[in-house]
């Protein structure tokens, strides 16, 4: 209750101190007014309603996570229960893999679905754009599945769960052109399933990484440029990390960092590539107030991902078993806990509610709780939507209207921030009621975990940004990053493929020439920032 009320003060404070119409008048005394507050006026009321609400929510989540911690988690272990079948008692050991029917059904749905979320996400982006960047925008989600899929195939696979080299990085001679994978499970992944469904599975993840950076740096990036970075990136960020936190043998795995789908691996790689790409290629010209193109685009998006992240949380947990059940439950109410703050923080702020805001909201949501699917309670995922969404949105505020960082569609604020802000959280909420494979965090009595998670931020941060770096200072030397100012203006649709959802005058449509478009202006000289 103590952090229920301290939530409810945070709220009115910044009513009470607002130099606005709240406070004129101050000294006439009267009895609509207490505080130096007038409760006539609408913006108050409304902040009022909405912060009561809001606290009246975070109470009710720290409420559910007591509920949960006092019941030691008993519905989800299911030994607890005699009704109900142990499933982990008919699993086969190490040493006698077993392919069982119902993990391969789930995974091959679960894989079906986590790919699902990359046209989602080129309906997200593609709508929040301007009118003359939304093909474009939509294609570089689109590409990232063909692009990526024949990398995987050729050696990321191999570098990410390949046999381990010091835990860094997989040897690329394990599974190169999948040499050796195939039906048979391989039992440093999963017992149940084939080792080419894991591979799969994991592939859909990979995809979807680089694609996430491409908001950040839309509306400017040239083609091609885009293509080298995302295979760069995948090479040099992303199989690394996915072999330090996901092989037994990595490095963050063996520390006993908990990540159960991505909350480093996914998230803070692109969010923090797209920082560093944010500031590499500056600011776009003449952006002027920034007009979606297409608001149902991006809650069309919003419902695929939310839809498609079932599969990416819950299917994380590799089997048709208890763990993928309550990381579909913690999913499914962090998102929901997570899309109504970022609606009442707008709200306090005195926007109206939009549907933008909800989108996004409910997207940062699916973001806090990632890593933590699988390792926190319902209570401690509502906990984490809402605290997340909160620092979330105000941060991304700060973006747009402080910051000289143009983050096209604030890529680092809600998934590189969001990852970040999982991570931690999970350090807190995490329980072995929840997953005995897990560990309590320190909301439950050990501060082990969140030094581990803290000192792992530390050190992935600055890896993530600087190989970033490197990575877009070796594309801007192979081609170009940055589109030339006639192309930007024009709008990438136009002169990166010649294609538009906009009617344009055929006298338009060659503009740009060859010449305009690579003039020497184009090459961002990265050695002088």
Not at 371 to 387: E, N
């Amino acid at each position: 209750m103590y952090n229920a009320l301290d939530a409810f003060n945070f709220i009115l404070n910044p009513i009470i101190h607002h130099r606005s119409s709240v406070l004129q008048g101050y000294h006439q005394p009267s009895p609509q007014r207490i505080m130096g507050i007038d409760f006539t006026d609408k913006i108050v009321k409304r902040r009022i309603i909405t912060g009561s609400v809001l606290s009246l929510l975070i109470a009710l989540s720290i409420a559910m996570t007591c509920f949960d911690a006092k019941k030691g988690g008993a519905y989800i272990m299911a030994e607890d229960d005699p009704s109900i079948i142990n499933y982990n008692a008919a699993l086969p050991t190490e040493e006698e893999p077993q392919l069982l029917p119902g993990d391969i059904a789930w995974m091959l749905a679960a894989t079906a679905l986590v790919l699902l979320m990359t046209p989602g996400l080129a309906f997200f982006y593609g709508g929040m754009v301007r009118a003359k960047n939304v093909i474009s925008t939509l294609l570089m989600s689109f590409v990232a599945m063909g692009v990526i899929t024949m990398l995987w195939t050729v050696v990321g696979f191999s570098l990410a769960f390949g046999d381990s080299l010091s835990g860094y990085m997989g040897n690329p001679a394990t599974f190169p052109f999948y040499n050796n994978v195939g039906a048979a499970a391989d039992t440093n992944f999963s017992n149940t399933i084939p080792l080419a469904l894991y591979s799969l599975f994991q592939l859909k993840f990979a995809i979807i990484t680089p694609a996430l950076i491409s908001g950040a740096i839309a509306e400017r990036v040239r083609f091609t440029s885009y293509i080298i970075f995302i295979v760069l990136f995948s090479l040099f960020v992303y199989c690394p990390l996915a072999h330090m936190t996901w092989h037994p043998d990595g490095l963050l795995a063996k520390a006993g960092i908990l990540d159960f789908a991505g909350g480093t691996v996914v998230h803070m790689s692109s969010g923090y590539a797209a920082l560093v790409g944010s500031i590499i290629l500056g600011p776009r010209k003449n952006v002027g107030k920034m007009q979606p193109a297409n608001i149902p685009f991006v809650m069309l998006g919003t419902a695929l991902l939310w839809f498609g992240w079932f599969g990416f949380n819950a299917g994380s947990a590799l089997a048709a078993d208890p763990v993928a059940v309550q990381a579909f439950l913690t999913t499914n109410t962090a998102t929901a806990a997570a899309m109504l703050t970022w609606v009442f923080v707008d709200h306090l702020r005195g926007s109206k509610s939009t549907a933008m805001g909800a989108c996004v909201g409910a997207v940062v949501g699916l973001v806090v709780i990632t890593p933590g699917a699988g390792f926190v309670t319902v209570g401690g995922a509502a906990c984490m939507g809402m605290i997340g969404a909160f620092i979330s949105n105000v941060v991304a505020h700060y973006f747009n209207t402080k910051a000289n960082i143009d983050d096209t569609l604030d890529v680092w604020p809600c998934h590189g921030l969001g990852g970040t802000v999982g991570m931690v959280l999970t350090s807190c909420f995490a329980t072995v009621s929840a997953n005995a494979d897990g560990a309590d965090g320190l909301f439950y009595g050990d501060a082990t975990l969140f030094w581990h998670h803290l000192v792992a931020l530390v050190c992935l941060i600055p890896y993530i940004m600087g190989m970033s770096f490197l990575c877009y200072q070796i594309t801007n030397l192979i081609y170009p990053l940055r589109v030339g100012e006639k192309s930007e203006k024009l709008g990438l649709d136009m002169s990166q493929h010649k294609e538009s959802i906009m009617v344009h005058d055929e006298e338009e449509d060659d503009v740009v020439k060859p010449a305009d478009d690579l003039d020497a202006s184009s090459r961002i000289e990265l050695g002088s920032m």
